[in-house]
């Protein structure tokens, strides 16, 4: 008999209950033990639905990221942190943003908290994890109670329960050294903390563990392997069964590796990499457990069940009771329940399944093998139809978007000018004090601003007053630059619910959700807008926002656009077509509104990629193609401007010191990225590459509510002129400022003005 499980399911709540507990806990209008309830309550909804599964995940929930659960499982606290008083949930909330709840902070040594967590992208996705310190002292003391915690409270729910960990060598591998130090030299006192955590497991009765290691995904060099095999071999005698999981890609040339690897069973990601299953059937031994993720994990299409059963079938038959399925990956990178969806067109949601459709997914595929076709033929016929109905549908394809892309040539991505020539000339329009200061883009979307929009959607409010109230909420943001003395303004973003969602709107294409949030970090969470179809641009989406905003003031007013390849990457994208097509399509759209935003007389251009960097693929050798037409979309959605026109774009939270090279390529005339979490480290790129254009190093950690100091901020723009000239630096936030509150936002800008200032009068 075919079994089924699942890797991990979405903690937010259907209706982001977890978020709203979080904030409010946060701020101090709701105690410790509400919190604490609801994530009882959270759990043990999601253990039923996952009742149908014959293995259900424990250890997934987390109230804020499992890499953090895991740092604290293992006792790997900063040093910072250490001391504090409160419970271990007080310091788990200062690592990962500073501070904990309200009023529970009243010592450390930065604005009433401590530095938070550098926070990262998971992998190729959007979620973002605190990622790990170590030094060469690193201790490591098992506090497993969290996770024995939510084992008991599964099993009272009669949970058929896995635990879930994070394997020690990926832990190890995402984690950062904070004095050089080589990582690989912990992997001993790692696995001692990982040994006595199986073993504690199987003191409590557990039989299965999974162990996710996605590093197998990626390339590594032989220490790397040499720390697979003795990280495996040396945890071969606990007396659990060891699920080793993969997921996010193919496992190629380390087939051979993790199917020799001394663990009962393997989990591949057979979405991604179907490849990898037919050589792994010649690799593993007799024994052992093939677990196959079938079902898409991080989209939301349905899934071709008869397909999979095309393939699966043969499998099931040489396999048995050997084999298993489960989605590709953890279902935390998909919305809850699609039953919610009671607005979304209903042609578009007859096409979709969101986790609780693909747990359903997974049980007529196990019914199919193990009872025959014919026992799920209702649910099978019912999805045939819904897919052949999305194939021939002609809501999906444009004779027009594909000729314009067929037609495309190197032309579109030429700016006319070299960066060279450009800079002055824009330098001469703009006169710009040295070390310039801006913003990102967004300011705090405040509850008038939620309220006029919800007012408008549901047409208790009318669009002339709806307009009414944005401009009100723009002319206030102006006023308020304007009075803090910052260079070039943003008129603030209050129309826009997302960066991509908002351009997504308004893109034909498109359709959008109510309920499809997905977490993104923390309390944050994406409502990711479904791209279903060709992509053409019906009006412009923002000139006429931008245009009064710029009417309110003198100075610089920034048109602020979200690039192509990050609303590829933060939507839900249409499977049948390649992506890099889809991404040219939105090139040309946005080009579009960038061009209407030159004539109608702004100056400055943002086009964010925020999301360039996670979209790489995650082996190296792959990574050529993928840069290749995403710098392309990039070109041709920014140069088809006049060289006094300045192009910035943004790009947050990502690692990219490696395709710095590829970054120069977009010949953006100013880049702004995030620097004050990892404290300048990722300036480390421009030792060795001389970058040629303006950078914004960020001095303020917008993710967290403590407020930079004006030395803090003259400290790190210090340590940015080491590597980058100071005329080519502007000082500006890590990121949009819409998540922040306007009591935290106005003093830190306050900061970082007068930090400018320091800046200029010392130069």
Same mark, same amino acid.
């Given at each position: 008999?075919? *079994?089924?499980?699942?890797?991990?399911?979405?903690?937010?709540?259907?209706?982001?209950?977890?978020?709203?507990?979080?904030?409010?806990?946060? !701020?101090?209008?709701?105690?410790?033990?509400?919190?604490?309830?609801?994530?009882?309550?959270?759990?043990?909804?999601?253990? *039923?639905?996952?009742?149908?599964?014959?293995?259900?995940?424990?250890?997934?929930?987390?109230?804020?990221?499992?890499? @953090?659960?895991?740092?604290?499982?293992?006792?790997?606290?900063?040093?910072?942190?250490?001391?504090?008083?409160?419970? =271990?949930?007080?310091?788990?909330?200062?690592?990962?943003?500073?501070?904990?709840?309200?009023?529970?902070?009243?010592?450390?040594?930065?604005?009433?908290?401590?530095? =938070?967590?550098?926070?990262?992208?998971?992998?190729?996705?959007? $979620?973002?994890?605190?990622?790990?310190?170590?030094? %060469?002292?690193?201790?490591?003391?098992?506090?497993?109670?969290?996770?024995?915690?939510?084992?008991?409270?599964?099993?009272?729910?009669?949970?058929?329960?896995?635990?879930?960990?994070?394997?020690?060598?990926? $832990?190890?591998?995402?984690?950062?050294?904070?004095?050089?130090?080589?990582?690989? =030299?912990?992997?001993?006192? @790692?696995?001692?903390?990982?040994?006595?955590?199986?073993?504690?497991?199987?003191?409590?009765?557990?039989?299965?563990?999974?162990?996710?290691?996605?590093?197998?995904?990626?390339?590594?060099?032989?220490?790397?392997?040499?720390a697979f095999n003795t990280a495996y071999h040396d945890l071969k005698g606990s007396r659990v069964k060891l699920l080793l999981a993969t997921y996010f890609g193919?496992?190629?040339?380390? *087939? &051979?590796?993790?199917?020799?690897?001394?663990?009962?069973?393997?989990?591949?990601?057979?979405?991604?990499?179907?490849?990898?299953?037919?050589?792994?059937?010649?690799?593993?031994?007799?024994?052992?457990?093939?677990?196959?993720?079938?079902?898409?994990?991080?989209?939301?299409?349905?899934?071709? @069940?008869?397909?999979?059963?095309?393939?699966?079938?043969?499998?099931?038959?040489?396999? /048995?009771?050997?084999?298993?399925?489960?989605?590709?990956?953890?279902?935390?990178?998909?919305?809850?329940?699609?039953?919610?969806?009671?607005?979304?067109?209903?042609?578009?949601?007859?096409?979709?399944?969101?986790?609780?459709?693909?747990?359903?997914?997974?049980?007529?595929?196990?019914?199919?093998?193990?009872?025959?076709?014919?026992?799920?033929?209702?649910?099978?016929? %019912?999805?045939?139809? %819904?897919?052949?109905?999305?194939?021939?549908?002609?809501?999906?394809?444009?004779?027009?978007?594909?000729?314009? #892309?067929?037609?495309?040539?190197?032309?579109?991505?030429?700016?006319?000018?070299?960066?060279?020539?450009?800079?002055?000339?824009?330098?001469?329009?703009?006169?710009?004090?040295?070390?310039?200061?801006?913003? #990102?883009?967004?300011?705090?979307?405040?509850?008038?601003?939620?309220?006029?929009?919800?007012?408008?959607?549901?047409?208790?409010?009318?669009?002339?007053?709806?307009?009414?109230?944005?401009?009100?909420?723009?002319?206030?943001?102006?006023?308020?630059?304007?009075?803090?003395?910052?260079?070039?303004?943003?008129?603030?973003?209050?129309?826009?619910?997302?960066?991509?969602?908002?351009?997504?709107?308004?893109?034909?294409? $498109?359709?959008?959700?109510?309920?499809?949030?997905?977490?993104? &970090?923390?309390?944050?969470?994406?409502?990711?807008?479904?791209?279903?179809?060709?992509?053409?641009?019906?009006?412009?989406?923002?000139?006429?926002?931008?245009? $009064?905003?710029?009417?309110?003031?003198?100075?610089?007013?920034?048109?602020?656009?979200?690039?192509?390849?990050?609303?590829?990457?933060?939507?839900?994208?249409?499977?049948?077509?390649?992506?890099?097509?889809?991404? !040219? *399509?939105?090139?040309?759209?946005?080009?579009?509104?960038?061009?209407?935003?030159?004539?109608?007389?702004?100056?400055?251009?943002?086009?964010?990629?925020?999301?360039?960097?996670?979209?790489?693929?995650?082996?190296?050798?792959?990574?050529?193609?993928?840069?290749?037409?995403?710098?392309?979309?990039?070109?041709?959605?920014?140069?088809?401007?006049?060289?006094?026109?300045?192009?910035?774009?943004?790009?947050? &939270?990502?690692?990219?010191?490696?395709?710095?090279?590829?970054?120069?390529?977009?010949?953006?005339?100013?880049?702004?990225?995030?620097?004050?979490?990892?404290?300048?480290?990722?300036?480390?790129?421009?030792?060795?590459?001389?970058?040629?254009?303006?950078? /914004?190093?960020?001095?303020?950690?917008?993710?967290?509510?403590?407020?930079?100091?004006?030395?803090?901020?003259?400290?790190?723009?210090?340590?940015?002129?080491?590597?980058?000239?100071?005329?080519?630096?502007?000082?500006?936030?890590?990121? /949009?400022?819409?998540?922040?509150?306007?009591?935290?936002?106005?003093?830190?800008?306050?900061?970082?003005?007068?930090?400018?200032?320091?800046?200029?009068?010392?130069?």
């Amino acid at each position: 008999m075919v *079994q089924t499980h699942n890797l991990g399911f979405p903690r937010i709540g259907a209706k982001r209950e977890l978020k709203f507990a979080l904030e409010s806990y946060w !701020k101090g209008t709701s105690s410790r033990e509400e919190l604490q309830a609801l994530g009882a309550q959270l759990r043990a909804r999601h253990w *039923q639905h996952q009742a149908g599964l014959d293995l259900a995940p424990v250890g997934d929930f987390s109230f804020y990221d499992q890499v @953090l659960d895991m740092s604290f499982a293992l006792g790997n606290l900063p040093e910072r942190v250490r001391g504090f008083h409160g419970d =271990a949930l007080d310091n788990y909330f200062r690592v990962a943003r500073g501070r904990s709840a309200q009023g529970s902070d009243d010592h450390g040594d930065c604005c009433g908290g401590v530095a =938070a967590g550098e926070m990262t992208k998971w992998f190729d996705t959007n $979620y973002h994890y605190i990622v790990p310190e170590f030094t %060469a002292q690193s201790e490591f003391r098992l506090d497993a109670s969290r996770l024995l915690e939510h084992l008991a409270e599964a099993r009272a729910s009669g949970v058929k329960a896995k635990p879930v960990i994070i394997g020690p060598v990926t $832990y190890l591998s995402i984690g950062k050294t904070k004095d050089g130090s080589d990582k690989l =030299a912990l992997l001993p006192r @790692l696995l001692a903390a990982y040994a006595q955590l199986l073993d504690t497991l199987a003191a409590h009765g557990v039989e299965w563990v999974q162990v996710d290691e996605p590093l197998l995904v990626t390339e590594f060099d032989a220490d790397w392997q040499h720390a697979f095999n003795t990280a495996y071999h040396d945890l071969k005698g606990s007396r659990v069964k060891l699920l080793l999981a993969t997921y996010f890609g193919q496992l190629g040339k380390n *087939q &051979y590796l993790a199917a020799n690897l001394p663990v009962a069973g393997l989990h591949v990601d057979a979405v991604n990499g179907r490849e990898d299953v037919m050589p792994l059937l010649n690799l593993l031994s007799p024994h052992k457990v093939l677990s196959l993720g079938v079902v898409n994990g991080r989209n939301i299409w349905k899934t071709d @069940l008869d397909a999979v059963l095309d393939w699966v079938e043969p499998l099931a038959r040489r396999l /048995g009771d050997r084999l298993w399925l489960a989605p590709s990956c953890s279902l935390l990178h998909v919305p809850v329940d699609l039953a919610s969806e009671e607005k979304l067109d209903p042609e578009i949601k007859s096409w979709l399944a969101y986790a609780l459709q693909k747990l359903d997914e997974l049980q007529v595929l196990a019914v199919a093998l193990n009872q025959g076709r014919e026992a799920a033929s209702e649910a099978l016929a %019912a999805n045939k139809a %819904a897919l052949d109905a999305r194939r021939a549908s002609p809501r999906v394809h444009n004779p027009l978007v594909k000729a314009a #892309i067929a037609k495309l040539d190197d032309s579109l991505g030429q700016r006319k000018s070299g960066y060279a020539q450009r800079a002055p000339l824009q330098a001469a329009r703009l006169r710009l004090p040295e070390f310039p200061t801006t913003t #990102i883009g967004s300011f705090p979307q405040t509850a008038e601003i939620r309220h006029a929009r919800s007012q408008f959607r549901a047409g208790a409010l009318d669009e002339a007053d709806y307009k009414a109230a944005m401009q009100g909420e723009i002319a206030r943001c102006v006023r308020a630059q304007e009075a803090l003395g910052l260079d070039v303004l943003v008129h603030g973003e209050a129309e826009r619910n997302d960066m991509v969602e908002y351009f997504g709107e308004q893109l034909d294409g $498109y359709a959008f959700s109510q309920f499809g949030w997905v977490q993104s &970090y923390g309390s944050r969470c994406v409502k990711p807008p479904i791209l279903f179809g060709d992509i053409t641009r019906p009006r412009p989406m923002t000139v006429e926002w931008t245009r $009064y905003a710029q009417s309110l003031t003198t100075k610089p007013m920034k048109g602020m656009l979200t690039g192509p390849v990050t609303i590829l990457n933060w939507s839900f994208v249409r499977d049948d077509q390649p992506r890099s097509v889809s991404c !040219k *399509q939105l090139a040309l759209a946005i080009r579009e509104e960038v061009q209407d935003l030159e004539k109608a007389g702004v100056r400055v251009i943002q086009i964010d990629e925020a999301a360039l960097r996670e979209g790489l693929p995650l082996r190296r050798s792959q990574w050529k193609t993928y840069l290749d037409w995403a710098i392309e979309s990039f070109r041709i959605t920014a140069n088809g401007v006049a060289d006094e026109t300045q192009i910035h774009t943004h790009m947050c &939270y990502s690692e990219f010191n490696d395709i710095i090279a590829s970054i120069a390529d977009m010949d953006a005339d100013v880049i702004t990225i995030e620097t004050s979490r990892s404290d300048m480290e990722l300036l480390d790129a421009f030792d060795d590459f001389k970058y040629p254009n303006e950078i /914004g190093p960020g001095v303020y950690d917008i993710h967290s509510p403590n407020i930079p100091t004006q030395e803090h901020i003259v400290a790190l723009m210090q340590k940015a002129a080491e590597r980058i000239p100071a005329s080519r630096l502007w000082v500006n936030p890590d990121c /949009g400022l819409k998540t922040r509150q306007w009591s935290e936002v106005l003093p830190a800008l306050a900061n970082m003005v007068e930090a400018a200032k320091t800046l200029r009068a010392a130069t």
